[in-house]
C-alpha cells in the first residue's frame, strides 16, 4: 500500500522538479543509490521494472526507505500492463510510470488513488491520458522531442503537468531549458547515475549531483 496520497505526491514531485530514474539488480547497491539521492534533497525516486525479480528488489527498497529516507516516494517505472502495476501496488509503490499510455493501467491505480504518469508523445495522447485521471504526463523520449514540443503544446492546454524523461542532463543549459519551456519535472537516469561513478560505490557523487541538478531546477523557476 502507497505510503504517500497521490495529491502528496505530486507535491513531492513539482516541488523539487526532479525525479531520479534507476535500475540495478542488487538491492544494496539501490539502496545506496536512493539513500545518497535522499541526502541531496530528492524526494521522489522512479525504480524501474526492467530485470527478473525486479519485484523482490523493489520490496527490499521500500522497507529500507521507510526507515532510512522516511519523506521519499517511492515509485515504480517501465510498467506497460495493469497486472504489473497492481503488483507493484501491493509492494508499497506511490505512483506508476510508463513508456506508453494504457488506459487499463490507470484504472488499477485511480482504483487506490496513486498517480499514473504514462508515456506520451503526440498532443492526443496526452489530452486522452488526462481524460482517464493521468495528472502527470511523461513526455517520452524526451531528446527526441525537445524543448520547443513543450512549449508548442502548453500554449493551448497550460493546465497540463508534464514529466519529460530521456536524455535529460543534470547541466544548468539543459535543465533551464526544459524548465522555461514549461515542465512539471524532469525524470533523470544515466547521466545522473555514470556506471562507473555506481560501479566504485561513490555515494558522495550522485549526493553532490543531485543537489547540483536541483539547484539548477530552483534558479531556472525563481
Not at 507493484?88 to 513508456?99: E, H, M, S
Not at 543534470?170 to 526544459?178: K, Q
Amino acid at each position: 500500500m502507497a505510503k504517500f496520497g497521490k495529491m502528496a505526491v505530486l507535491k513531492k514531485i513539482g516541488s523539487t522538479g526532479m525525479v531520479p530514474v534507476f535500475y540495478h539488480s542488487d538491492a544494496q547497491v539501490v539502496k545506496q543509490v536512493v539513500k545518497a539521492c535522499y541526502e541531496g534533497g530528492v524526494r521522489a525516486f522512479e525504480f524501474t521494472n526492467r530485470g527478473d525479480f525486479a519485484q523482490e528488489v523493489f520490496a527490499e527498497v521500500v522497507k529500507f526507505a521507510s526507515k532510512e529516507c522516511p519523506e521519499m516516494a517511492l515509485g515504480i517505472g517501465t510498467v506497460v500492463d495493469p497486472a504489473t502495476a497492481a503488483l507493484y501496488l501491493q509492494l508499497g509503490a506511490n505512483f506508476v510510470v510508463g513508456p506508453l499510455f494504457n488506459p487499463e493501467i490507470a484504472k488499477v491505480c485511480n482504483r487506490r488513488l496513486v498517480p499514473y504518469a504514462p508515456g506520451c508523445g503526440t498532443v492526443s495522447e496526452i489530452g486522452f491520458a488526462q481524460e482517464v485521471g493521468c495528472d502527470l504526463c511523461k513526455l517520452f523520449p524526451g531528446d527526441v522531442y525537445g524543448p520547443a514540443f513543450v512549449k508548442g503544446m502548453m500554449a493551448p492546454m497550460p493546465w497540463s503537468k508534464l514529466m519529460v524523461t530521456g536524455g535529460v542532463e543534470p547541466t544548468r543549459e539543459n535543465l533551464t531549458a526544459w524548465i522555461k519551456a514549461g515542465v512539471f519535472c524532469v525524470g533523470m537516469g544515466s547521466k545522473l547515475f555514470p556506471q562507473d561513478k555506481v560501479a566504485a560505490e561513490d555515494w558522495a557523487y550522485i549526493t553532490s549531483k543531485c543537489k547540483e541538478a536541483l539547484a539548477y531546477i530552483a534558479s531556472a523557476r525563481g
